[in-house]
């Protein structure tokens, strides 16, 4: 027994040093944010004497982050509610409606999940360019519907797969029409399911590059992700406000980590337990 | 999650109400066409802007680029490829991490496996070790780039030790491992978070008779957490292949861009650089092509061996 409590502890401590890994380099990069150039260049890991917020301010306004920010937030927002409306609806039909080739069309979305966006961008350039949606906000908020869909559509329809049948009758009973049992039963009921998806998709969203380079050429419609990468090139002489940018791209996230941590979690292991 | 668990509500008997009749008698056609209305959206979008360029792609890599710019070109593309250094780079480096995998897999494995036996402060690890896959590569790979820069603290921290300064980025030998083990870094807590959850099917009584008879951790993995996983480490081997071969692009744009000596090309940057940078998007299309038989093939393989794994165990 002491001999299992001893190895217990020479684990304990590895996976301390490995968590302390985890969570430094955002610590560091937070702290060089608050220094000075002249501070930083001194000495790299000291602790900031007294917090320097006129780095962020900088990143905020004169790299305009400010305008990444809002075009990040506008396109991530439009995309989740999209996805989430007609994943719903879809995982709901798939799960509960019977209708003919209910389960080819299911399988087609299960193998539409297998096919990564590189394979598919230079072609789905083409078909958003003949539609003139490059370059636009519903060009980008649709290219990410389209690649998040399949997923948002396979965990929906697993949440509603396991609403009892039951009261899908009854509501049909009470007089709904299948739109009407959607709407009122089904929406409110797949909440949980709902916000665990739509915290991933925006994650994903928000965190994509590359469908945002392709899709969003032009300067001033940069996401806040694709600002960062050319934060680099304009700051390499000026580490903090550089470290400044990034922090301001991360706190968001950090932010919903901290609230939907379980959230988050669930949903991506719901993805592997019910694969 | 059991079907019958959640509480069915208690419904009153049925009266033929007129909205509920209203509703019925409009009911045949649009009830009918209720699910294929539901469904639409998604099927359309997904055939439009998933399935649809898939097959333009195909059709596109057999067509040619520049002067013979949509005239077909049969296999040209293929030939090009293979010739092409660049592309045979981001081969190999496919290759050295498919070689990497299996480090890839189990560090979370064996992080899950002491957190599910409870190890102290388990609960803080896992929300400590799940955060960074909550970032994006982009900010990942900014970063890094500040700590693992030449003359960055990395270095200051190895040289207290007594150990020279490596070129993590600059040298072509060391960048792809440097760029690889940073996404490892940023990820490994996805695939711990699905052990986790293989972990709350695995029936805990074996683990305890197998402590019973007096079976060594090692022991107690090998012949009662590996069997009763295998469909677990089947989907994080397949998972973390793919987020190898196609989410890494984040961090090659931000951290080398390629470089240093075009040494860390992966497919998915050699179709961004061949699309984006050369304007040869027939090129690119083959390249798109031979990834996605590329993911297909390591999917399948892994796949095969590890049921036959399986069945030995």
Same mark, same amino acid.
């Given at each position: 027994?002491?001999?299992?409590?001893?190895?217990?502890?020479?684990?304990?401590?590895?996976? @301390?040093?490995?968590? /302390?890994?985890?969570? !430094? =380099?955002?610590?560091?990069? #937070?702290? %060089? &944010?608050?220094?000075?150039?002249?501070?930083?260049?001194?000495?790299?890991?000291?602790?900031?004497?007294?917090?320097?917020?006129?780095?962020?301010?900088?990143?905020?306004?004169?790299?305009?982050?400010?305008?990444?920010?809002?075009?990040?937030?506008?396109?991530?927002?439009?995309?989740?509610?999209?996805?989430?409306?007609?994943?719903?609806?879809?995982?709901?039909?798939?799960?509960?409606?019977?209708?003919?080739?209910?389960?080819?069309?299911?399988?087609?979305?299960?193998?539409?999940?297998?096919?990564?966006?590189?394979?598919?961008?230079?072609?789905?350039?083409?078909?958003? @360019?003949?539609?003139? /949606?490059?370059?636009? !906000? =519903?060009?980008?908020?649709? #290219?990410? %519907? &389209?690649?998040?869909?399949?997923?948002?559509?396979?965990?929906?329809?697993?949440?509603?797969?396991?609403?009892?049948?039951?009261?899908?009758?009854?509501?049909?009973?009470?007089?709904?029409?299948?739109?009407?049992?959607?709407?009122?039963?089904?929406?409110?009921?797949?909440?949980?399911?709902?916000?665990?998806?739509?915290?991933?998709?925006?994650?994903?969203?928000?965190?994509?590059?590359?469908?945002?380079?392709?899709?969003?050429?032009?300067?001033?419609?940069?996401?806040?992700?694709?600002?960062?990468?050319?934060?680099?090139?304009?700051?390499?002489?000026?580490?903090?406000?550089?470290?400044?940018?990034?922090?301001?791209?991360?706190?968001?996230?950090?932010?919903?980590?901290?609230?939907?941590?379980?959230?988050?979690?669930?949903?991506?292991?719901?993805?592997?337990?019910?694969? | 999650?059991?079907?019958?668990?959640?509480?069915?509500?208690?419904?009153?008997?049925?009266?033929?109400?007129?909205?509920?009749?209203?509703?019925?008698?409009?009911?045949?056609?649009?009830?009918?066409?209720?699910?294929?209305?539901?469904?639409?959206?998604?099927?359309?979008?997904?055939?439009?802007?998933?399935?649809?360029?898939?097959?333009?792609?195909?059709?596109?890599?057999?067509?040619?680029?520049?002067?013979?710019?949509?005239?077909?070109?049969?296999?040209?593309?293929?030939?090009?490829?293979?010739?092409?250094?660049?592309?045979?780079?981001?081969?190999?480096?496919?290759?050295?991490?498919?070689?990497?995998?299996?480090?890839?897999?189990?560090?979370?494995?064996?992080?899950?496996?002491?957190?599910?036996?409870?190890?102290?402060?388990?609960?803080?690890?896992?929300?400590?070790?799940?955060?960074?896959?909550?970032?994006?590569?982009?900010?990942?790979?900014?970063?890094?780039?500040?700590?693992?820069?030449?003359?960055?603290?990395?270095?200051?921290?190895?040289?207290?030790?007594?150990?020279?300064?490596?070129?993590?980025?600059?040298?072509?030998?060391?960048?792809?491992?440097?760029?690889?083990?940073?996404?490892?870094?940023?990820?490994?807590?996805?695939?711990?978070?699905?052990?986790?959850?293989?972990?709350?099917?695995?029936?805990?009584?074996?683990?305890?008779?197998?402590?019973?008879?007096?079976?060594?951790?090692?022991?107690?993995?090998?012949?009662?957490?590996?069997?009763?996983?295998?469909?677990?480490?089947?989907?994080?081997?397949?998972?973390?292949?793919?987020?190898?071969?196609?989410?890494?692009?984040?961090?090659?744009?931000?951290?080398?861009?390629?470089?240093?000596?075009?040494?860390?090309?992966?497919?998915?940057?050699?179709?961004?650089?061949?699309?984006?940078?050369?304007?040869?998007?027939?090129?690119?299309?083959?390249?798109?092509?031979?990834?996605?038989?590329?993911?297909?093939?390591?999917?399948?393989?892994?796949?095969?061996?590890?049921?036959?794994?399986?069945?030995?165990?």
């Amino acid at each position: 027994m002491a001999g299992r409590r001893w190895t217990r502890w020479v684990v304990a401590i590895p996976m @301390a040093a490995l968590a /302390l890994a985890t969570v !430094y =380099p955002l610590v560091f990069t #937070a702290n %060089v &944010a608050m220094k000075t150039r002249r501070e930083y260049v001194l000495d790299r890991f000291s602790l900031s004497d007294a917090p320097r917020w006129d780095n962020i301010a900088s990143a905020w306004t004169s790299v305009g982050m400010s305008r990444y920010f809002l075009n990040s937030a506008v396109v991530v927002t439009c995309s989740v509610a999209l996805l989430l409306l007609f994943g719903s609806m879809a995982g709901f039909a798939l799960a509960r409606l019977r209708f003919r080739g209910s389960s080819a069309l299911y399988l087609g979305f299960l193998a539409a999940l297998f096919i990564p966006f590189q394979v598919i961008m230079v072609p789905l350039t083409r078909v958003l @360019a003949g539609t003139g /949606l490059v370059d636009t !906000y =519903p060009g980008l908020v649709l #290219a990410y %519907v &389209a690649q998040f869909l399949p997923f948002t559509v396979f965990l929906m329809t697993s949440y509603y797969s396991t609403v009892p049948a039951e009261v899908v009758d009854a509501a049909r009973i009470d007089g709904n029409t299948a739109f009407g049992v959607y709407w009122r039963i089904m929406l409110p009921m797949g909440v949980p399911a709902l916000i665990s998806v739509g915290v991933l998709n925006a994650l994903f969203c928000w965190n994509d590059v590359l469908i945002a380079l392709l899709v969003m050429p032009s300067a001033e419609h940069r996401t806040l992700m694709v600002g960062v990468t050319s934060l680099r090139g304009q700051y390499s002489d000026d580490i903090p406000v550089f470290a400044s940018g990034v922090l301001v791209a991360a706190v968001p996230v950090l932010v919903v980590y901290l609230f939907l941590q379980r959230q988050i979690a669930d949903g991506v292991s719901a993805g592997a337990t019910k694969g | 999650m059991p079907p019958g668990a959640a509480p069915t509500p208690v419904r009153p008997a049925p009266t033929p109400q007129p909205l509920g009749a209203v509703a019925r008698r409009r009911g045949p056609r649009t009830e009918l066409l209720a699910p294929f209305v539901l469904v639409a959206p998604a099927v359309l979008i997904i055939v439009g802007l998933r399935l649809w360029p898939l097959v333009l792609g195909i059709n596109f890599s057999f067509t040619g680029d520049g002067d013979r710019n949509g005239m077909p070109v049969g296999l040209d593309n293929y030939v090009t490829l293979l010739g092409d250094p660049l592309f045979r780079t981001a081969l190999r480096n496919v290759g050295l991490l498919v070689l990497l995998l299996p480090v890839a897999v189990a560090i979370p494995g064996l992080l899950a496996t002491f957190i599910y036996l409870r190890t102290p402060g388990h609960r803080v690890y896992r929300a400590v070790y799940f955060f960074p896959a909550v970032l994006s590569p982009v900010i990942v790979g900014a970063i890094f780039n500040l700590l693992l820069a030449y003359d960055g603290p990395f270095n200051e921290v190895l040289a207290v030790v007594g150990l020279g300064p490596v070129d993590w980025l600059g040298d072509p030998d060391v960048a792809i491992f440097a760029v690889a083990g940073v996404h490892v870094w940023a990820t490994f807590g996805m695939a711990l978070v699905v052990f986790l959850a293989g972990f709350a099917n695995l029936d805990p009584s074996l683990l305890d008779a197998a402590r019973v008879d007096g079976a060594s951790l090692p022991q107690s993995i090998r012949h009662v957490i590996v069997p009763g996983l295998t469909r677990t480490i089947q989907f994080v081997f397949v998972t973390t292949m793919i987020g190898l071969l196609t989410s890494m692009f984040g961090l090659l744009f931000v951290m080398t861009g390629g470089g240093p000596e075009a040494s860390t090309y992966l497919p998915e940057y050699y179709i961004w650089v061949q699309q984006g940078q050369f304007n040869q998007p027939a090129l690119a299309s083959a390249a798109s092509t031979a990834l996605f038989l590329i993911m297909l093939l390591v999917g399948l393989a892994q796949i095969g061996v590890l049921r036959r794994a399986g069945r030995e165990g």
